[in-house]
């Protein structure tokens, strides 16, 4: 039988749209992954009318054996485990227990670190990893699924660029990074192409199927971290190297052993060439671009293997001025960040692989909010969101890996990331960010106004707050800007800087109309001098005058004191307070919360000023080390005895620290108010953890290894406030549109945007990005979709694009952004362009 | 020194020869008690040189801390927008003064001995990482608030042990080769694995398959109110871990006694008493167990300071707040004034042990004396 060319040639090209369709699928798959896990279908019961937490009690126990977590829920003796969990064995047993459900982060990246050094280390040895493009080579030689999927076990996804997957840059640049992702895509012969040509440079040749030079095999010693999957990603590497035809050692080493070597060790020494290298990401970091310079550049940090990079100069100069902010405009910002980024590809003084999963097991019937890249323990909103979803209030129990791990105390104590967990619970901030974007909304604020001086780029996302631009921004003569600790009083603009100063930023925040009239746990009601306080604390803490002294504060006061311009209080009813700073960030969200002071209770903090003053406890660990005394803890200890005793004196005296500053904002009669509140609290609770949040501190059990937490009654919110973000509205996309576009005509594609089968709304969506790849990968065009109404989305294909694209196999990518969640969507379409009309 | 054979008595007068008796008490002690204590030093001081690897542990902790610092650095938001020599400067600031809080900018072996002489004074001082549970760095607060749990658990469990071996290897001595003494000999290999082995398995069938035990921890959490509840709690929380570590132990231990009993069983001088028709029990006190009391004391003695150092698996696998847990993590996090009190506070109990046993020796058995003697 005789088949025509055209027939066969069409039947191949379809051939070839369905093998990409599938291929597409897959990857498509994988990216919705999260989005299919952290949205299961769920009925919650209403909360009516209750205010506060939506539980009872929350119990936190230590539990460190991560094979006992899925049982442990089963049994209903622990509700949620809050440290995630990458093991994929674990994962697997949790996936498939009933009664267990789980949320994912993101957090750990996993990527490949080389050494620099050379051309030639100092023993003579040639390095190939000193040449740019053998590390670049390495992006094409890696298959990041396969790493992903087989050495992770599903655990992580495919990362290629120097920024987070997860994280708001990637989705702003999504096509900058899905081209630059396509251009890396997995691609061994040319791996082995331009490593032939770089290591026929370098002076070695290819014997029997093996790297010679100066005649011995050229040998390539790979780091290999040997406490998580990471020993697999080593032996996954050293088999692609041999591969290659370089003889492989492998370095098992355990974290210590290792950072001797490639980060304490000299480069050139040639100790090593490839480490299994991994870095942690603890919150939803919005501005990534220190990165380039963090991990390109010698900037980065000190030690020698930062020293060893010699970063094209252009990539340098990029990564320094994007560090120092040196950007006029948004635009310009994504422009130099684009560029860095790409520069960054084809240097690649680390070759990214994944970013990893971790899963947060949890049972079925409870749910909260859990930030996307610090996961539960990291969610300042999981005491307002945690709560079983078929009833309300109840006791759930939260096992840690760890707590108590250091005293706590509000001024410099334990910042452990399961003892700040709890503590999030027993506090009420000013604002709080969101899980899944980063980004700051208001607890107790009304609302805030910030302005800047023009030439600082900075963006508003959402309507809580607004931005002005101006020329200059004068600080006021009354600005609080200093403290004079031997007058003990604050130092104003005016005397301080008597020819005026300015600022780069001003933000005037206006609190609640009830925010003084909230109370503490105590009882006692809380007041201005709950906010001036600290402030005092910070400044005495930095001066050498002060018994307060504290050296280890020194360093990160001046940072502060670098930036900060000065405050001031504009009015008291409602409370209006001006802060000045030279500090900036990109959005003005996170300069409010970056400048809002906050409530610290005035009276416990109080007693720990006489403690450490007297020297018998200090607030800072370097400093009780230095004292030789105990570091202080208000919750258990040795402290609890030496600050009831100050307790009673303070009653006794009627003590208030700085009183004649604080004494302006204390309410009448409120001193012994305090003292008395504090008194029957210590009686009845035996700590002196006073705070405001949804839960109080009900009881500390240090050698049981529990804490137990209580509902905070008079807490003054709804309980569904923040309800709204215990699940991360990630975009669901379903992409359609002709698998075969006739040459001759134009085409259209429709992208159906969702979330719970229902249409996402088009106003929370920030971008729909489509771009259109020929056969070879190359970014022919791109636009924005537009919204059709009802979640729909149109693309439109016309024929100049078509013509551009050619015939044959093309691909049409899209990538969604939300205003609700910092991780992007993608969808891919592949589709055959043949020449002609299209067949009916 | 000590040997073990009988002296007659001495012909001298009662009086020179209490004094010289007492004379030779004296340097016995003196003798002994410095050899334990040369024991002790050198114990300590190689516990320091091994712990530290002769000093190479300082370079890795001065690369852990810059390492960490660094990145708490890069984390801290309000750090962002420093320039790169600025945030290099903070960090340098911060590695330094960690290096001097942890004296590592001295010389290790003028530490060393400084470790030493601390150690050997028990002056347990400050801990470099750690804290105790409710927050005290001193180690002293350390060890003593994780001792009641330690001695809790391992005392039951080793107690137990202890006097059920003996009873029931004493009464298989007497019925030797009989069903159950074939069992005990048939199941003494299953000690080989350790409690946590045997933990693992009981956790898994009394705690998630028949759920009616708890999988871990000394008390529920939260922990009861009341006192009778809280006691009644951690027995309940006792039953596994101290179910495991007798399973683990009891079948080699009765197989030991018994062997031993065997042994003293089948001397002459009980042969004889039997065959005067002695009572069982009466053979039992007088002939069997009173020579063979030195070996039980020193076996209890030693059992009984074993409990010191806890268990360290078994009590991760327990979830169990013990001094196991607590070595672990201080070897861990390289404190070593956490980890010289631990080997110390030991070695100490060893010695004093060691000694006592001499002296206990001495007055069980009438065999024991001092060399010089009269025989």
């Known amino acids: ?840 | 020194m000590i040997t073990d054979s009988p002296q007659p008595s001495p012909s001298t007068s009662r009086a020179s020869g209490f004094l010289r008796d007492l004379r030779r008490v004296g340097l016995f002690t003196v003798l002994r008690l410095f050899g334990l204590f040369v024991t002790v030093l050198v114990g300590v001081y190689l516990t320091i040189v091994i712990a530290n690897m002769g000093g190479k542990v300082d370079e890795l902790r001065i690369v852990q801390i810059r390492s960490t610092i660094a990145e708490g650095v890069r984390a801290d938001r309000a750090f962002s927008d420093l320039p790169s020599d600025q945030r290099t400067a903070l960090v340098e600031g911060r590695v330094k003064m960690e290096i001097e809080r942890l004296r590592l900018d001295q010389p290790f072996i003028e530490r060393s001995f400084d470790y030493l002489y601390q150690a050997m004074r028990l002056n347990l001082g400050r801990a470099e990482h750690m804290h105790s549970d409710a927050g005290s760095r001193q180690v002293y607060d350390i060890i003593v608030e994780r001792l009641p749990a330690t001695l809790l658990l391992f005392g039951t469990a080793n107690l137990l042990i202890f006097f059920s071996s003996l009873f029931i290897a004493l009464r298989l001595s007497r019925r030797y080769g009989s069903a159950l003494d074939r069992i005990v000999i048939a199941l003494a290999p299953s000690s080989a694995a350790p409690g946590w082995f045997y933990g693992i398995f009981l956790i898994l069938i009394f705690a998630f398959i028949a759920p009616v035990l708890p999988p871990g921890g000394m008390v529920e959490a939260p922990p009861p109110e009341g006192r009778l509840a809280y006691a009644a709690s951690v027995l309940k929380h006792m039953i596994l871990p101290v179910a495991a570590m007798f399973i683990s132990s009891i079948f080699i231990a009765i197989y030991s006694w018994r062997t031993f009993f065997l042994i003293h069983s089948s001397e002459d001088y009980v042969e004889m008493a039997r065959a005067k028709g002695l009572p069982s029990g009466a053979i039992e006190r007088r002939y069997i167990l009173r020579p063979a009391l030195p070996p039980i004391v020193t076996s209890f003695a030693l059992m009984l300071i074993g409990l010191w150092s806890g268990a360290i698996i078994l009590e991760r696998v327990f979830n169990w707040p013990g001094l196991g847990t607590l070595l672990f993590i201080a070897i861990g996090q390289r404190d070593m004034p956490v980890i010289l009190a631990s080997v110390v506070i030991f070695a100490y109990l060893l010695a004093l042990t060691v000694f006592l046993l001499d002296v206990i020796y001495a007055v069980l058995d009438p065999r024991v004396k001092l060399e010089g003697g009269n025989r």
Do not use: C
């Open chain 1, 1 to 840: 039988m005789k088949v025509s060319p055209r027939l066969l040639w069409l039947a191949v090209l379809i051939g070839a749209v369905v093998v990409m369709a599938f291929a597409f699928e897959l990857s498509r798959s994988e990216r919705s992954r999260s989005a299919t896990i952290a949205a299961p279908a769920r009925v919650d019961v209403p909360v009516g009318d209750r205010r506060g937490a939506l539980v009872d009690q929350v119990v936190f126990t230590q539990e460190a054996d991560l094979g006992k977590v899925s049982a442990l829920i089963e049994s209903g003796s622990l509700q949620v485990f809050a440290q995630g969990i990458s093991n994929a064995t674990v994962f697997r047993r949790l996936r498939d227990s009933k009664g267990v459900d789980y949320e994912i982060a993101y957090g750990t990246s996993a990527e490949l670190t080389f050494n620099p050094a050379g051309a030639r280390f100092e023993d003579g040895r040639i390095n190939p990893f000193h040449q740019p493009e053998v590390r670049e080579a390495f992006n094409w030689l890696i298959d990041r699924r396969y790493v992903a999927e087989e050495l992770y076990g599903g655990l992580a996804v495919p990362r290629y660029l120097p920024i987070n997957t997860a994280f708001p840059d990637y989705a702003r640049l999504a096509e900058v990074a899905r081209t630059l992702e396509i251009r890396y895509a997995h691609d061994p012969e040319r791996a082995r192409r331009v490593i032939h040509e770089q290591m026929e440079k370098l002076g070695a040749s290819l014997q029997q199927g093996r790297w010679m030079h100066n005649g011995a095999p050229v040998r390539i010693s790979v780091l290999i971290r040997t406490d998580d999957e990471r020993r697999r990603v080593g032996d996954y590497v050293a088999n692609l190297l041999e591969g290659q035809g370089f003889e492989v050692e492998r370095m098992y080493r355990t974290p210590e052993e290792a950072s001797r070597i490639w980060i304490a060790g000299d480069p050139r020494a040639g100790r090593w060439h490839i480490y299994t290298g991994a870095w942690l990401s603890t919150v939803i970091n919005r501005d990534l671009v220190d990165n380039l310079s963090y991990y390109y550049t010698r900037r980065g940090r000190p030690e020698p293997l930062w020293q060893a990079y010699t970063p094209d100069p252009e990539l340098d100069k990029i990564a320094e001025r994007l560090e120092r902010r040196d950007y006029a405009t948004w635009a310009e910002r994504q422009k130099l960040f684009a560029r860095g980024i790409e520069l960054a590809m084809k240097d690649s003084a680390r070759v990214w692989l994944v970013d990893q999963l971790n899963v947060l097991p949890r049972a079925a019937n409870v749910s909260l909010a859990t930030d996307l890249a610090a996961g539960i323990a990291g969610s300042a909103l999981w005491p307002y969101t945690l709560r079983y979803r078929d009833r309300l209030g109840g006791s759930v129990v939260i096992g840690l890996p760890g707590l108590l791990t250091e005293p706590w105390n509000p001024v410099a104590g334990s910042n452990w990331v399961f003892d700040t967990m709890i503590m999030r619970g027993l506090s009420d901030t000013e604002l709080l960010p969101d899980p899944f974007t980063g980004l700051f909304w208001p607890q107790r604020i009304d609302a805030a106004q910030v302005t800047v001086q023009k030439d600082v780029p900075v963006i508003r996302t959402h309507d809580w707050l607004t931005v002005e631009k101006v020329a200059k921004i004068t600080v006021p003569a009354d600005a609080w800007i200093d403290w004079d600790a031997a007058g003990q009083r604050f130092i104003t603009t005016g005397e301080k800087y008597p020819k005026g100063i300015t600022a780069r930023t001003r933000v005037r925040v206006r609190y609640e109309p009830n925010y003084l009239e909230r109370r503490w746990h105590d009882g006692s009601k809380i007041s201005l001098a709950d906010m001036v306080l600290p402030w005092i604390v910070s400044f005495e803490r930095a001066d050498k005058q002060s018994a307060l002294y504290d050296a280890a504060h020194v360093a990160p006061f001046e940072v502060f004191r670098r930036h900060f311009r000065g405050w001031r209080i504009l009015s008291r009813a409602p409370l209006e307070i001006e802060i000045y700073s030279d500090q900036i960030y990109p959005d003005a969200e996170w300069i409010v919360n970056a400048r809002v002071p906050s409530v610290s209770p005035w009276h416990t903090l109080a007693l720990g000023i006489r403690a450490e003053r007297q020297g018998e406890l200090a607030f800072s660990s370097n400093k009780a080390d230095r004292a030789r005394v105990d570091w202080m803890s208000l919750i258990a200890g040795p402290s609890l005895a030496i600050l009831e005793r100050h307790l009673q004196a303070a009653r006794d005296e009627g003590f208030l620290p700085y009183a004649n500053v604080l004494g302006q904002f204390v309410r009448k009669d409120e001193v012994a108010e305090r003292y008395r509140a504090l008194t029957q609290w210590y009686a009845q609770r035996r700590h002196f953890w006073v705070d405001n949040g949804p839960f109080y501190l009900h009881s500390v059990h240090p050698v049981e290894r529990s804490v137990v937490i209580r509902r905070y009654e008079d807490f003054p919110d709804r309980a569904d406030k923040w309800l709204r973000f215990a699940r991360a509205r990630i975009p669901v996309l379903d992409l359609d549109g002709p698998l075969i576009v006739s040459a001759q005509e134009a085409a259209d594609f429709t992208l159906r945007i969702s979330f719970d089968d229902a249409p996402y709304p088009a106003d929370a969506i920030e971008g729909a990005r489509y771009l259109f790849f020929d056969r070879q990968g190359r970014l022919i065009t791109e636009g924005d979709a537009v919204p059709t109404g009802n979640g729909r989305w149109k693309i439109a294909l016309s024929r100049e694009q078509i013509a551009k694209l050619g015939v044959g196999a093309n691909s049409l990518e899209v990538a969604v952004t939300s205003v609700h969640v910092a991780l992007p969507a993608f969808a891919t379409h592949a589709f055959a362009i043949v020449p002609g009309a299209r067949k009916p």
